[in-house]
């Protein structure tokens, strides 16, 4: 059974940054597909941004510019570099694996940016 651990939420004040960590339980040479998603209070969980095996990448329109995703083969572990955070950002934000058709969910990292 896949794991998948996010780590490096926290508390910011508007345009600080932070950096998300994800760590696969296996090497993540075998997901086609990572990705982060967020859950804001009382919404639904939305894409944040998403990175293939080769290293394209795509990012929410609202994320772009601010946000980084990457892959660090070796460490097995995917991050997700958040600057110049505003107060929408806030939410619960997921570590998502895509292997074989199946999506792995992480338990979440709780990101809240105060204004």
């Known amino acids: 059974q896949v794991q998948l651990v996010e780590s490096g939420g926290g508390l910011v004040q508007a345009g600080g940054s932070l950096r998300l960590s994800c760590t696969a339980s296996?090497?993540?040479?075998?997901?086609?597909?990572m990705g982060w998603y967020r859950r804001a209070p009382g919404n639904q969980r939305d894409l944040v941004a998403t990175?293939?095996?080769?290293?394209?990448?795509n990012y929410a329109d609202s994320v772009t510019g601010r946000f980084t995703i990457s892959r660090d083969n070796a460490k097995n572990t995917m991050y997700l570099q958040m600057n110049s955070l505003k107060p929408e950002d806030t939410g619960l934000y997921y570590c998502?694996?895509?292997?074989?058709?199946?999506?792995?969910w992480g338990r979440g990292t709780q990101v809240t940016v105060s204004s």
């Open positions: 998502n694996a895509n292997k074989r058709v199946v999506n792995y």
């Open positions: 990175i293939t095996t080769g290293g394209s990448t």
């Open positions: 296996e090497t993540i040479f075998s997901f086609s597909t």
